[in-house]
């Protein structure tokens, strides 16, 4: 049994990405398994279904996972990233919370239902997004929900106030320790 394997995650948010992250997991535990997962995480989000199956499937495994902001944690990986149940962030890096955006194949004709499911579906997935945030942190719900409509980037400092992170530090691998990269 190792102690502590490292994983690196720089990546956007996908279906094809999220199937990697659990696949790459799941073989790290078989092969190792650690105490620990300890995840160097930096990535600009992407799709709220597969943030939710990565931040759920994180939840699941037996292993403490660690997770350390290395770059920018932006829109869903926010949630992915809050899995963790120790966090921190290197002090050059930063976290961006903004609200949900849809992309339209074009051109895209829809019906007034088509309509009134996209706008049920995105307003789910602000609210499911803003409750993981809310309850892996000291932000609430209505907090979370107006930094989605500021859409501004916070530093560490921010972070560390609100709960997302317990600490700003540099990450340090020690010497020998396995450390993949999930790609």
């Known amino acids: 049994m190792t102690e502590t394997v490292y994983l690196t995650f720089h990546d956007n948010i996908s279906v094809d990405s999220a199937k990697r992250f659990i696949d790459f997991c799941t073989k790290v535990n078989q092969q190792y398994q650690p105490q620990n997962l300890y995840f160097l995480f930096s990535s600009g989000g992407g799709a709220v ?39 921190y962030a290197a002090p050059t890096s930063a976290f961006l919370l903004h609200g949900i ?19 049920s579906r995105f307003d789910a997935a602000e609210q499911l997004t803003a409750q993981i945030i809310a309850d892996r942190c000291s932000l609430t719900s209505d907090e979370v929900r107006q930094l989605f409509r500021q859409g501004e980037s916070k530093a560490p400092t921010f972070a560390l106030a609100k709960g997302i992170i317990s600490e700003i530090r540099n990450i340090s691998i020690p010497p020998g320790a396995p450390h993949y990269a999930i790609v």
């Open 49 to 87: 279904d597969s943030g939710v199956t990565m931040y759920n499937f994180l939840l699941s495994l037996p292993q403490k996972v660690i997770m350390h902001n290395v770059g920018t944690v932006d829109s869903i990986a926010n949630a992915v990233f809050l899995a963790g149940a120790e966090r």
């Open 101 to 119: 955006t849809w992309n339209f194949p074009q051109p895209a004709t829809l019906t007034y239902s088509q309509m009134m499911e996209i706008v």
